[in-house]
Each structure stands twice: as C-alpha cells, then as structure tokens.
C-alpha cells in the first residue's frame, strides 16, 4: 500500500525566515493535495498538484511536485505567525475519485 | 460558493452508546463524499466514501457505518461505541469530474468515556 512521509514532523522558525516542507510517497502519485489545519479545526485546502515538474504558489507559499511525481516540497518565504498550524499532504496513486492518503504532519511554529 | 457543514461540533458519549454524525453540502450538487478520521498523531484515515445516493465504500473495517440519504447529506453512524472511536472526524466533499480539489468540514470531535 502507498505510504506518505512528511518531513519534518516539527518545525520552530523565527517570524521572516523561509522554511521547506516535504512530502515523499512510496509509488508515483496521481495528485498531490496540501493543506492546513489549525488545532481542532477542518482542513484549509491550500493547492493540489498533478504534472511532474508542476509548480503552483498562493500568497507566499509555493509547492512543487517533482518529475518522478514521488516528491513534493512546500516552501512558504518570510514566514509569518499566520502561517503556524499543521500541514498535511494527502495523495492519490492514481484515479481513484478523490480518496487520500495523507502523511502524519508538519506541525509550524513561528516565533515572532 | 460551496460550504460544507458538520454537526455536532462536538460529542462525549460512553461505551456502548450509539453515534450519529452529519455533513451537509451547499452550494454544488452531485459531489463525492468521505468521511476521516484524525486519531492522535495527526494523521488521517479514510473512512468511507461515496459517489452518490445510496452508495458507500468502506475503506476500513470496524463497528462503523455510513449512509447517503440525501445528494448533499453524509451521514456516520455506530450502534455501539468502543473507546477506540474516539477521535476528530472529517468529512471531505469533492465536485464530480474534477480532480483539483477537494474541501473539508470544521470536523466533530468525539469523545468516547
């Protein structure tokens, strides 16, 4: 069965300093979704990316799938307190009408 | 604009007792429709889904189940709950066809005493 690894598992950042964010998966992904999720709260869905090499950007955070499509990075720049949370990449292998897998999480802290 | 709504936000019950969760959708028609679970450790799993009224797959095996009364209403439910139900709950809706997105509820956290 297809497995996601995140890395790191946490992460401490001073408030203005870049940080990366990765998603590795055992087979070749059909999509790579990334999201969000303040404690307690449901999912912000944030971007989900299909073609290999295929890079997509909201506000300051920019996700990348690699041309193998086994690999995704998350870079957020000029990190914010905002930005603080638990961020989730969830996968499909191939077509199989939207259901995920998701890694265990990143959780972010931003020091202001 | 599409909003997805669960209730309750919230729930303690003890062991043994029955479960009733819902996901309701506005805004779109006809969209597939899952249900998470989030234990601790922050992981999620697939529960269940559904491609339309009536039809559910289950992913997981356990004392759970799932129903699709209604094109927009997702419904989880359990006849007897054990402590390991515990959990925060999500439901997920994504439009038919499409393959880029796909949007969570505010989830329920469940609390099994």
Redo the contacts between chains.
Sequence with gaps: SQELEQSPQSLIVQEGKNLTINCTSSKTLY?L?W?KQKY??????LM?L?KGGEEKSHEKITAKLDEKKQQSSLHITASQPSHAG?Y?C?AENY?Q?????????T?LSVKP | SQTIHQWPATLVQPVGSPLSLECTVEGTSNPNLYWYRQAAGRGLQLLFYSVGIGQISSEVPQNLSASRPQDRQFILSSKKLLLSDSGFYLCAWRKRGKTDEQYFGPGTRLTVT
């Design positions: 999509g979704y999201y307690g709260e449901g999912l912000i869905f989900m299909q638990i989730l969830g077509n009408g939207g259901k995920l897998i998701f890694g265990q999480g959780e």
